[in-house]
């Protein structure tokens, strides 16, 4: 009798061994995108609603977004006072530091006494701030209350970028997506140090920015979608608003006109643009390469500097994106000249282009950006003509593309992508006619021709997002999807607290 109660005293300690979590990581060894180093130290700070935000003049702004952020959660109102000298007990936000860190670089220093970010721009400062709410409780990312203690286990941190471009596409044209939906497009890869929003803001299916000087774009040609249902737009107090909200967290908008294909709802809204002078039907299918501005008319281009003129003038980043993908309508000997042309009328505008892939078919301006997407031959040639190139494979980076043959939402022409798919690739080798010092950066474009909500949006990007952040953000070296696996798992509370319905991956244990 005894020999069985010792052995079942001993069984019942192995389960409890067992069963209780093994998981003994700390959110430092969590951290997406993986910063360059991590030392962690002992002890912790907490967080209480007596911590001050001490931060420098030009990153006041910066500690008032620190203190929102952490409002809802802990329903702290931290207070944020200017100043250059760290006290016990307080988060400092301060400029300088090591100059190697760059532009975006930081460095993050949790002792029991005190949390210090240290950068030589704001920007730096920003991203040390999403480095510290990951350090957080998950619980932080609650939008009510939680009872927490709000500790960060000591830690030393040194991280910057490795590529300068980290960035996402959101097709606002197949079906439209207005200013809360994008906000909060904004909000979730401004928490994974993304710093680039490319805005698809006309198709064949919709012209979703007002052009004051074409009013009917928008009035005929933004009042559909795929689907049928009523579409809508952009006005450019509502874009000049995005632009904003973008810019306070270091992201930069990035606006797309398609052309000269992709572009029936133009040729459906005004009868000129169109060869035969007729207006097309507005189109709320999804084909693509069927549609063509008519290149050899004068009034296409005086058409296009007035939206490239407006456009510009709402948008501070260098950028403007023009398309000219997928032109099959649209000649060769046509399309080569179209986009020489539309190059010349941007710069004239103060901006630099991007097109697709194709436009390595053309000369291009010293600082046009090829992007991409589908075929390696045309992103060589941009390299060739001297042209730096933003990696957006389809078949890594299109986040429309389905993770298997099950998924309800997305597309599959370019494969199928699971999670691990997704993180498996290095922008830099991918291709051999494409070299690292060739890359500007890494975008990850979602189409919408089957995504209809921020729900959809939200399971389609994650949790492949993450994946693409890190790529971008990163050093490659050690980079390996069993390790990033783990973290991942992990990371699962923190996207179910920020409310993202992500997809749970077989590909992954998730926490
Ligand atoms: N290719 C088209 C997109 C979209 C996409 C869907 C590019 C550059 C297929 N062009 O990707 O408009 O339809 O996966």
């Known amino acids: 009798m005894f020999h069985k109660k010792?052995?079942?005293?001993?069984?019942?300690?192995?389960?409890?061994?067992l069963s209780c979590n093994t998981n003994t990581s700390t959110p430092a060894d969590n951290l997406i995108p993986k910063p360059v180093s991590v030392t962690k130290g002992s002890g912790q700070f907490t967080i209480t609603e007596g911590t001050s935000i001490i931060a420098a003049t030009e990153a006041v702004k910066i500690g008032e977004y620190l203190s929102a952020q952490l409002k809802p959660a802990t329903g702290f109102a931290l207070k944020v006072t200017p100043g250059t000298?760290?006290?016990?007990?307080?988060?400092?936000?301060?400029?300088?530091?090591?100059a190697s860190l760059g532009d975006e670089g930081y460095e993050l220093s949790v002792t029991a006494d005190q949390v210090t970010v240290t950068a030589q721009k704001p920007a730096g400062l920003f991203y040390g701030i999403q480095t510290i709410k990951q350090l957080l409780p998950?619980?932080?990312?609650?939008?009510?209350?939680?009872?927490?203690?709000?500790?960060?286990?000591?830690?030393?941190?040194?991280d910057q970028p490795s590529y300068a471009y980290r960035g996402s596409m959101l097709d606002i044209a197949r079906h439209f997506f207005g200013v809360?939906?994008?906000?909060?497009?904004?909000?979730?890869?401004?928490?994974?140090?993304?710093?680039t929003l490319h805005l698809h803001l006309t198709d064949d299916q919709g012209w979703r920015i007002e052009i004051k000087s074409w009013p009917n774009l928008t009035a005929h040609g933004g009042s559909t979608e795929v689907g049928g249902k009523k579409g809508g737009f952009l006005t450019q107090d509502q874009y000049k608003d995005i632009v904003q909200y973008a810019m306070d967290r270091y992201i930069t908008i990035i606006p797309e006109v398609?052309?000269?294909?992709?572009?029936?709802?133009?040729?459906?809204?005004?009868p000129e643009l169109n060869c035969n002078d007729t207006a097309t039907k507005l189109y709320t299918g999804t084909e693509v390469g069927f549609s063509t501005l008519c290149t050899s008319k004068e009034v296409v281009y005086k058409f296009l500097d007035d939206v490239i003129k407006e456009l510009a003038a709402i948008t501070p980043g260098q950028y403007i994106h023009i398309g000219g993908d997928e032109s099959h309508a649209t000649k060769k000997e046509d399309y080569i000249p179209f986009m020489e042309k539309v190059?010349?009328?941007?710069?004239?505008?103060?901006?630099?282009?991007?097109?697709?892939?194709?436009?390595a078919n053309c000369t291009l301006q010293p600082n046009t950006i090829a992007q991409y997407w589908a075929d390696a031959a045309n992103s060589t040639e941009a390299v060739k003509k001297g042209a730096k190139v933003i990696i957006s494979p389809a078949r890594k980076?299109?986040?429309?593309?389905?993770?298997?043959?099950?998924?309800?939402?997305g597309l599959h022409w370019a494969g199928y992508i699971e999670v691990d798919t997704a993180y498996i690739w290095d922008p830099a080798t991918l291709e051999p006619g494409i070299k690292r010092e060739n890359i500007v950066g890494v975008e990850a474009p979602l189409w919408t021709e089957t995504i209809v909500t921020m729900?959809?949006?939200?399971?389609?990007?994650?949790?492949?997002?993450?994946?693409?952040?890190e790529i971008a953000w990163s050093p490659v070296t050690g980079r390996s999807w069993d390790e990033y696996k783990v973290r991942l798992g992990n990371h699962g509370p923190r996207m179910k607290a920020m409310g993202i319905d992500y997809y749970p991956s077989k590909k992954v244990t998730w926490k």
């Not at 010792?6 to 061994?17: G, N, R």
């Not at 000298?85 to 090591?98: E, N, P, Q, V």
């Not at 729900?455 to 952040?469: K, Q, T």
Request: net charge negative; proline share 2%.
């Open 6 to 17: 010792i052995s079942l005293f001993l069984a019942v300690c192995s389960i409890a061994v």
């Open 85 to 98: 000298a760290a006290t016990k007990g307080s988060i400092f936000l301060t400029l300088g530091g090591d």
């Open 138 to 158: 998950e619980a932080i990312n609650a939008s009510a209350k939680q009872e927490a203690k709000w500790e960060l286990q000591s830690v030393t941190i040194k």
């Open 180 to 195: 809360e939906d994008i906000k909060r497009y904004i909000d979730l890869i401004a928490t994974y140090k993304m710093n």
């Open 258 to 270: 398609d052309m000269p294909g992709h572009t029936n709802a133009a040729l459906a809204s005004y």
């Open 343 to 359: 190059q010349g009328i941007v710069k004239a505008h103060g901006k630099l282009a991007i097109g697709w892939d194709e436009i």
């Open 397 to 409: 980076a299109y986040a429309d593309m389905q993770y298997d043959s099950t998924t309800r939402l």
């Open 455 to 469: 729900d959809d949006i939200e399971y389609m990007l994650f949790p492949r997002l993450p994946g693409y952040a």
